[in-house]
């Protein structure tokens, strides 16, 4: 929270994410349409675009998941009947 009440400090982009995983991306997010610095925006901003890619990976490789396991049980069902 300091980086952002203190607008002159220089933003190490390490301290930013920690800072960023420490508050969250819900929080991160209110922070950033409230326009706080510069440096801590750009850097807040990538994280972000991070965390939402990884999510989308995480979110596509679940529905891959859950075919492959429709498609598995679809094959053993017929295979149970035949």
Do not use: D
Request: with cysteine; proline share 6%; charged share 25%.
């Amino acid at each position: 929270m300091s980086v952002v009440s203190a607008p002159e400090r220089t933003v190490v982009p390490e301290e930013c994410r920690r800072q960023c995983r420490r508050l969250g991306a819900a929080r991160v997010q209110q922070l950033l349409e409230a326009s706080p610095p510069p440096a801590w925006r750009e850097e807040a901003e990538r994280w972000l675009e991070e965390q939402a890619l990884r999510n989308a990976r995480l979110t596509q490789w679940m529905v891959l998941a859950g075919i492959g396991l429709s498609l598995l049980g679809i094959v053993l069902v017929v295979a149970f009947f035949w």
